[in-house]
């Protein structure tokens, strides 16, 4: 059973930075894309980042480009999200989750597993 564990949120003055890490077990991710998304309240959940396990291809939304990285540690089977000069309008729950085609995409119904969620809080 696919288990996915994010952590590294926490609450952060703006223009700092949190590292965020999901922890996938249960299967090999090697044909997998995986993705950040995050909500805020009262708000439909976005697209921020993601990557495909085997090429490392990334793909960001437009709001994180340049500030946002995305990567994997494939010994570690963990997937990363440094997140830097964070805004106040990065605030919400941050979520990772897997698809099983190793493409990237931005719709959240296409992923197959997801996390629980980790909270961040940029204060202004």
């Known amino acids: 059973q696919v288990q996915l564990v994010e952590s590294g949120g926490g609450l952060v003055q703006a223009g700092g930075s949190l590292r965020l890490s999901c922890a996938a077990s249960g299967r090999t991710f090697s044909n997998y894309a995986m993705g950040w998304f995050r909500q805020a309240p009262g708000k439909a959940r976005e697209y921020v980042a993601g990557?495909?396990?085997?090429?490392?291809?990334?793909y960001y939304a437009d709001s994180v480009k340049g500030r946002f990285t995305i990567s994997r540690d494939s010994a570690k089977n963990t997937v990363y999200l440094q997140m830097n000069n964070l805004k106040p309008e990065d605030t919400g729950v941050y979520y990772c989750a897997a698809k099983r085609e190793w493409y990237i995409s931005t719709r959240a119904n296409e992923y197959d597993y997801w996390g629980q969620g980790t909270q961040v809080t940029v204060s202004s």
């Open positions: 990557i495909s396990w085997n090429s490392g291809n990334t």
